[in-house]
């Protein structure tokens, strides 16, 4: 039996993470029901906008939870104050477990320079601005169309830079004032101004530039044809994009934090009995499964275990405060490493299975191999596509894709086709393989 009460837990579980040396943010604590659970992992912020996609994942998460495929037990929003949900349905003893976790989470969050350059104060206030925003454009124009607009923004996810910077623009220049016929300038005080439709641009067409950028939605959002409600709306979707990009980038590192010390925490933790702690290890080892090696919690955790037993605690925040989790493999996974990690049996000693070639067996799985298999699955699977120019007067925008690998055929044209759609003119990619053109008829058409 677990002493105490939610509050109780959380004021030990406090002190415990500050006697190691952890400082998490402050952190908001609350329990809610699995329907609320499937709903906040959907959206991953509570207030945030609604979309297809949201659903998707309610309903994804909902099945795989009364299926016994997996269970959400918590979910933490990096904001000032963190918020912090648990799953009112857990036995205590998985929720102290899990509270020495999210604390874990949130120190991570407070380390790390790329989570903790987002957004945070009031981020559900951020969040639900952005939503009632979108709500009232949705009234405004029809709802297939801002949804077409949403889609569009959801597919160039990948595509978005934190340090992206406006380039200078190169515009025509300006007829000199004195060439104007006399009087001209009556005549524009009683000119009316054209009427606005959907489909106005809020920009004059006079430039041509090169940025160079990988942030094609935000090149899209400053200067395609748009009008200014629509321009509006992919800026503030840019913005959420850039606040859980790095959530992604530090997904291992994160887990593997959160997991390493909530097995110290708990085995320090006094309100509870010896079956308590056993039934939160329990849960603990249904986490971190290892018959799947790149499951964040397991994989993360042991390489924080063996960076802290090879390097100590001080390189362990060293590290937490300055990398990603490529940075992180490729950078601290050494041959020394993966020999200590086999001596323990934590990570394989047998090279899996070839799926290409079944008759090939288990054999053994030399460090030097394993370091430059991991560091390969670590490589970033999106390519890199850069903005090469863009000509407003005939609305044209050249990408490049330099990587040697080709790109994937219906994907890619997929992609094109939406920026295409926000860009409103000619988009062209080129690559060593092939070359590429987007299509916005075939956007519009698309389901």
Same mark, same amino acid.
């Given at each position: 039996m677990v002493h105490g009460t939610l509050e109780d837990w959380v004021r030990e579980m406090d002190q415990l993470v500050h006697a190691h040396g952890l400082q998490p943010l402050a952190t908001e604590f609350h329990m809610v029901s699995d329907e609320d659970i499937y709903t906040l992992s959907s959206y991953f912020v509570p207030g945030r906008y609604r979309h297809w996609t949201h659903g998707e994942r309610y309903w994804i998460a909902k099945q795989r939870d009364e299926q016994g495929m997996g269970r959400i037990y918590e979910l933490v929003v990096n904001g000032d104050p963190a918020l912090a949900y648990l799953l009112d349905k857990n036995a205590d003893a998985y929720n102290v477990l899990v509270i020495g976790h999210v604390l874990g989470h949130t120190d991570f969050f407070a380390r790390n320079r790329y989570l903790s350059a987002v957004r945070r104060p009031n981020i559900g206030i951020w969040f639900r601005e952005h939503a009632e925003w979108l709500e009232k454009l949705h009234r405004q124009r029809s709802f297939s169309r801002v949804e077409k607009l949403m889609d569009a923004a959801h597919t160039l996810s990948q595509l978005v830079d934190p340090y992206y910077r406006a380039p200078e623009l190169l515009t025509a220049p300006e007829p000199p004032k004195d060439l104007r016929q006399s009087f001209e300038w009556v005549r524009e005080l009683y000119d009316s101004p054209s009427s606005d439709s959907e489909d106005? @641009?809020?920009?004059?067409?006079?430039?041509?530039m090169w940025p160079w950028t990988r942030d094609v939605l935000a090149i899209v959002a400053d200067y395609g044809h748009l009008g200014d409600e629509e321009r509006m709306a992919l800026r503030m979707m840019r913005e959420e994009m850039l606040y859980f990009q790095p959530q992604a980038q530090t997904k291992y590192m994160n887990e593997g934090w959160a997991t390493f010390w909530h097995v110290r925490l708990t085995r320090e933790f006094s309100l509870w009995d010896d079956q308590d702690h056993i039934e939160a290890m329990r849960m603990h080892a249904m986490v971190t499964q290892s018959h799947h090696f790149f499951n964040p919690y397991y994989f993360g955790w042991t390489l924080w275990e063996l960076i802290a037993e090879m390097h100590?605690?001080?390189?362990?925040?060293?590290?937490?405060?300055?990398?990603?989790?490529?940075?992180?493999? @490729?950078?601290?996974?050494?041959?020394?490493?993966?020999r200590l990690a086999q001596n323990r049996n934590v990570w394989p000693l047998e090279r899996p299975r070839d799926a290409n070639d079944p008759s090939k067996g288990m054999e053994y799985y030399p460090a030097e191999d394993l370091v430059h298999d991991?560091?390969?699955a670590f490589m970033p699977d999106s390519p890199e596509i850069y903005v090469e120019q863009i000509d407003a007067q005939n609305h044209r925008m050249d990408l490049i894709y330099h990587g040697e690998k080709a790109l994937h055929k219906e994907y890619t044209q997929d992609v094109l086709n939406a920026i295409a759609y926000l860009w409103g003119g000619d988009v062209m990619l080129t690559s060593v393989h092939k070359i590429w053109y987007g299509n916005e008829a075939d956007w519009r058409r698309r389901d």
């Open positions: 106005d @641009s809020s920009y004059s067409p006079r430039y041509k100590g605690m001080e390189t362990c925040f060293e590290i937490v405060e300055d990398l990603n989790d490529q940075q992180w493999v @490729s950078q601290w996974i050494t041959p020394e490493l993966a991991v560091q390969k």
